[in-house]
């Protein structure tokens, strides 16, 4: 608690803008601490009489706020116990092919990608025979973070084979690899895949601006176009505190 306490007191001195009810400005003034720090869902914030303390009003007015944020689904509170961040998380559904970009342009979410590495080479053994290749066919390995609302939420590692889109480029890659392999008339057909929870290593870490070395949901999964061809080999890496990972399925 801490932790919480230091974050929500950072603002020692505060003007209140008179033309806007002052809970509803506390109330945003929370908000903005929130969004601001590395809280995420599930965090207790501090008690209405810290709060009243650092924002130097009543504690009615905090009461108020408090309500507000409720209402708003930025919080919730637990009986007996206190009131506690809920962050709404991307629900990601591993059985839909669908891209990522046609994903959140869906959703109505701002997003964009940052691609971190862009290289032509030979693939490892393993993803040779995943893809397969004959032993000189390069690959186009792309590295990209994408961001969901200004915030780094998923990191993608992924192996293409070069012979099939050779005019592939960073400023494509930028875009939607999907939406660039259906308008050259390919549909993708099939997705093979796996889940596993890895400890992430220093760079995972820092791109995902995390605070400790929590688990993090890794995807590995190949792609198949008409006719069987494998056209990917990917890997996932899910931001713990922006993904929840779902299923639909129906019979």
Request: hydrophobic share 35%; no cysteine.
């Amino acid at each position: 608690m801490l932790y919480l306490y230091r974050v929500f007191g950072e603002r020692l001195v505060l003007m209140w803008n008179k033309s806007m009810p002052l809970y509803k400005e506390v109330a945003n003034k929370i908000k903005e601490d929130i969004n601001s720090s590395k809280l995420v869902d599930g965090d207790m914030i501090p008690s209405e009489t810290k709060l009243s303390k650092m924002y130097q009003v009543s504690r009615v007015t905090i009461r108020h706020a408090i309500k507000l944020l409720i209402d708003e689904n930025l919080l919730y509170r637990v009986h007996g116990s206190g009131t506690y961040i809920k962050k709404e998380k991307i629900e990601y559904d591993i059985l839909n092919m669908e891209s990522f970009t046609a994903e959140m342009i869906e959703k109505n979410t701002d997003f964009y990608n940052e691609i971190l590495e862009f290289s032509y080479t030979l693939p490892t053994s393993y993803v040779k025979k995943i893809l397969g290749l004959a032993d000189d066919e390069k690959i186009f390995f792309v590295k990209r973070l994408r961001y969901v609302n200004e915030e780094p939420s998923l990191l993608e590692e992924s192996h293409i084979p070069a012979k099939l889109f050779p005019e592939l480029s960073v400023d494509i890659m930028k875009q939607s690899l999907y939406e660039h392999i259906q308008n050259k008339g390919y549909q993708v057909t099939k997705r093979h895949g796996e889940l596993e929870p890895i400890m992430p290593d220093s760079d995972l870490t820092q791109l995902f601006q995390l605070d400790q070395n929590v688990p993090v949901l890794l995807m590995k999964h190949h792609s198949e176009l008409d006719e069987e061809i494998m056209f990917e080999y990917t890997k996932i890496y899910f931001h713990p505190n922006k993904y929840t990972l779902k299923l639909n399925y129906s019979k």
